[in-house]
């Protein structure tokens, strides 16, 4: 074997994707024995000046590609290769290997990273068992294949279990998640834990921002989750802090202060927000209105949801047309920054505003399409 080894470096287009999603690696490949050299000769028999130029190459091939789950096609392009294919099922690390003709190899790698698809579904703060029974039978019928549903226990009304309204209402294909306001205690919380049958998203006292002191609210937290990591069903729970981008926007909190503990580790296992359209002239297009969230959760480094997303139809979009833009915007923007849930807000706000989409033609139609297509 003679010459030199070439040279690989290989990127991939996303710094994250769903499983089976497209997938396309551009592997940049130079095999420095490929080269043209010119030679200053002597003289010819007639005393002329003679030179020779010689074109090394020494052609580059991919020969072992690994990281990848189903089948792929690889093109040759300037300067290497390009991989295009899908998503593996789960994270992993993608190896190529690149080979010249005279069989020196030389193999590079780089991670990717996939995560899970987007849980997509509805909320609403509706109590007393016959309606929420006739709420969530409607919820169901407006918005087939729902992912992901809110239960919220009031103050002094304990943890929504299972087995009863409105866990009991939920299609079996959603995850519940399980929002409460009463002080953690260990009774408590392993009296609902002994009830749990299913995995499930956990908050103790979301929305916590002027409700309680920091210090409250995370030892609160440390109850929850030492009583969870404690209990047989502990598995099944993930625990979430929920905050709000209200009060990290416009008030003097910081979302360092309640999800984070002392020591700057997470209080909980993930973390949510409860985003809301805050201006009334325009759709804040989504890179902007979920920087806050987005922010937080890279610097926290937890998978994130948004557990409550709303907007009221602007005075400026009569139709509906705008609005119903916007939350697919919003949809697709969620996805593709890692979102693990969201859910529209089928509630009240306030003044007696209504930011339930079933009067709402185009809107409805845009949610109903993103719960389809998760």
Request: hydrophobic letters at 40%.
């Amino acid at each position: 074997m003679a010459g030199t080894p070439p040279t690989v470096a290989v990127t991939v287009n996303r710094d994250r994707y769903a499983p089976g999603a497209p997938f396309t690696a551009i592997v940049r490949a130079v095999d420095p024995d490929t080269m043209t050299e010119t030679i200053p000769g002597g003289h010819d028999t007639l005393g002329r000046n003679d030179t020779v130029t010689i074109s090394r190459v020494d052609p580059l091939s991919l020969v072992v590609v690994t990281g990848l789950d189903a089948a792929f096609t690889v093109a040759a392009t300037p300067g290497g290769f390009t991989i295009t294919g899908t998503a593996p099922a789960s994270s992993a690390a993608l190896a190529v290997t690149v080979a010249d003709a005279q069989g020196n190899q030389t193999t590079a790698t780089c991670p990717i990273t996939v995560v899970p698809p987007m849980l997509v579904g509805v909320d609403t703060a509706i109590t007393g068992t016959q309606q929420i029974a006739a709420v969530y039978a409607a919820h169901q019928t407006l918005y087939p294949g729902l992912r992901y549903m809110r239960a919220f226990g009031p103050p002094t009304k304990g943890i929504p279990g299972f087995g009863v309204a409105p866990i009991a209402e939920m299609p079996n294909t959603a995850t519940p998640h399980v929002s409460f306001k009463d002080t953690p205690t260990a009774a408590l919380l392993g009296g609902w834990l002994d009830g749990v049958t299913r995995k499930a998203f956990l908050t103790a006292h979301h929305e916590p921002e002027g409700d309680l002191t920091v210090d409250a609210y995370r030892a609160g937290w440390a109850t929850t989750q030492a009583a969870r990591d404690a209990h047989p069903n502990g598995h099944l729970v993930t625990t979430v802090s929920v905050l709000t981008r209200y009060a990290e926007v416009h008030k003097a909190y910081r979302w360092q202060d309640w999800a984070c503990k002392a020591d700057g580790t997470p209080v909980a296992d993930w973390m949510s927000w409860d985003c809301y359209l805050d201006v009334t002239d325009r759709y804040t297009d989504p890179a902007t209105f979920f920087a806050p969230p987005l922010a937080a959760a890279k610097a926290l480094g937890t998978p994130w949801g948004v557990s409550e997303l709303g907007a009221l139809r602007l005075a400026s979009d009569p139709t509906g047309a705008g609005r119903a833009a916007w939350i697919t915007d919003c949809v697709t923007y969620l996805r593709e920054a890692g979102c693990r849930f969201v859910a529209w807000w089928c509630g009240p706000g306030k003044d007696g505003r209504t930011f339930h989409l079933d009067s709402y033609v185009p809107e409805l139609a845009a949610w109903r399409a993103a719960v389809s297509g998760q």
